[in-house]
């Protein structure tokens, strides 16, 4: 079974600071890896996906993550923290062999900016 | 906006009685999820239909059941209601069924907030 560990239920920075969210991953496979962000009473918009090849993903709004194998990992990273950036970010992951595409969530990570 | 549309956007209802979440996917999409939010559990995925037929199952109750119509809408029944049913029901769809051919990326909708009183 999959599972998704966010470190952090809450995160601040200040505007214009780095923004680093961290998700690590458990699967038997190689997975296929998602960052989602959920704006209040919204529903959930992709950031960036990760499948084969390059380990570094660029997606919307600036954000990129990388791929560590050995470490489990796909951290959600942007240079530059801005105030429309405050949202709640969920990472998931599905199995590449599963015969379904369903997604499984982290307990997702609430990011604040401040002023 | 994603394409998905969900009604209601609100319910609330009584415990023991039955509620129907309707969902249209985007254009052209087969695949449609269902996934469940709530404050305790987080987010989690329910059930998967393709072109009409049931395609996954994950940690639905047998109180819970779903269909997709031969116009490709779904619908989420909940039935028995319990006070932990409240919880905001997404639905998302995609284009393809399965992976192994690449991804098919999901567009999730507004959802709908069901309370449960």
């Known amino acids: 079974a999959q599972s998704v560990t966010q470190l952090g239920s809450h995160v601040s920075v200040s505007e214009g600071a780095l923004v680093l969210l961290r998700c690590n991953y458990s699967s038997s496979v190689p997975p296929y890896l998602f960052w989602y962000v959920q704006y209040p009473n919204q529903g959930l918009q992709l950031l960036l996906k990760?499948?084969?090849?390059?380990?570094l993903v660029k997606g919307i709004n600036g954000f990129e993550a990388e791929f560590k194998k050995s470490e489990t990992s796909f951290h959600l990273t942007k240079p530059s923290a801005h105030m429309s950036d405050a949202a709640e970010y969920f990472c998931?992951?599905?199995?590449?062999?599963?015969?379904?595409?369903?997604?499984?969530f982290g307990k997702g990570t609430k990011l604040s900016v401040i002023p | 906006d994603s394409g998905v549309t969900q009604t209601p956007k609100h319910l609330i209802t009584a415990t023991g009685q039955r509620v129907t979440l309707r969902c249209s996917p985007r254009?052209?999409?087969?695949?449609v999820y269902w996934y469940q939010q709530s404050l305790d559990q987080g987010l989690q995925f329910l059930i998967q239909?393709?072109?009409?037929?049931?395609?996954a199952k994950g940690n639905i109750l047998e109180r819970f059941s779903a269909q997709q119509f031969p116009d490709l809408h779904s619908e989420l029944n909940l039935s028995s209601l319990e006070l932990g049913d409240s919880a905001l029901y997404f639905c998302?769809?995609?284009?393809?069924?399965?992976?192994?051919?690449?991804?098919?990326?999901?567009?999730f909708g507004p959802g709908t907030r069901l309370t449960v009183l």
């Open positions: 998931a992951v599905s199995d590449p062999g599963a015969g379904s595409y369903q997604l499984t």
């Open positions: 998302a769809s995609s284009l393809r069924p399965v992976s192994g051919t690449g991804t098919d990326t999901q567009y």
């Open positions: 990760y499948t084969t090849g390059a380990t």
């Open positions: 239909y393709y072109n009409g037929e049931e395609r």
């Open positions: 254009s052209g999409d087969l695949s």
